[in-house]
């Protein structure tokens, strides 16, 4: 069995007190990171296989066809640490080209990562794999019993663009710190055309908007709340002058939500903010990158510079 390492800052009672005070605010928001219970990994997953959604898809296609260069620049049998790691499939399938000593999966979904490392290690019992339960929203501190570095830090599928760019920074030099010397092979989305963008975030299928409005539920376990899903409509639109894309939940009626002796009244229309997601342009990120201490940038990208994969050295 992979060893498995629980964060004490992952423990939910800790999200209690972050999402009352966004859920009082005005507009009201809630964390992204509310979006991954069980089922909204099961969502996103889902999401990716979507027609309208081609980061996951071009992200993989990179790889496929640059993993050899891209294997050479970043060097070959670090630990592999994986930010994010979900289903832990992505990293999975560069295990061949980067040839890693140790996978370190770290991820918010602590039961979902526990089952996915497991299912993962009866497939590779001879590369030794750890599990990390840990909400690294607004900090990176790996555990210290973890093995000493150097490391690949893997943070892909523009999971990056949650952060507001002066966070993305912050995270970014944190990410550097942790790496140990090593190295960083990010995933970022980037700008493009409004007609690509938007659907990808209000698919037809209602994927996306099922995803939004899932985080309800994990809200109301989390907090004991009672929002009802089907009061609230899925919204996403793109801000320009921020480059992100934006999700917000929409109540359909007027409605009070209570929890813990706290009441907050929506009127029709109104919003909570669940989600940004920044696009980048190539030289923008790669200055960001930069900015956070990271040297000997590169840069692989698909033909249509939809997506884009960069590597860099600590
Ligand atoms: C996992 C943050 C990269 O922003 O595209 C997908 C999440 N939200 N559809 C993204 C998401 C709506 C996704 N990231």
Known sequence: LPKFIEAPASVPADHAAELTAGLLARPAHVSPKHLYDALGCRLFEAITALPEYQATRTEAAIFAAQGPEIARALGTGLTLVDLGAGNCAKAASLFGLLQPGHYVAVDIAAGFIRDALQALQLRHPQLPMTGVALDFSQSLALPAALEAGPRLMFYPGSSIGNFEPAQARRFLQQVREQSQGGALLIGVDLVKPLAQL???????????????????????????????????????????????????????RDLQVRWDGHRRDFAAGATIHTENSYKYRIEQFDELLHEAGWRSTRCWTDERQGFAVFGARA
Do not use: K
Not at 228 to 247: G, Q, T, V, Y
């Open 198 to 252: 938007l659907p990808a975030y209000d698919d037809a299928l209602g994927v996306t908007a099922a995803f939004n409005r899932n985080l309800l539920l994990h809200v109301n376990r989390q907090l004991g709340s009672d929002f009802d899903p089907a009061d609230w409509a899925h919204l996403a639109c793109f801000d320009p002058e921020a480059s992100r894309i934006e999700m917000h939940l929409r109540a359909t």
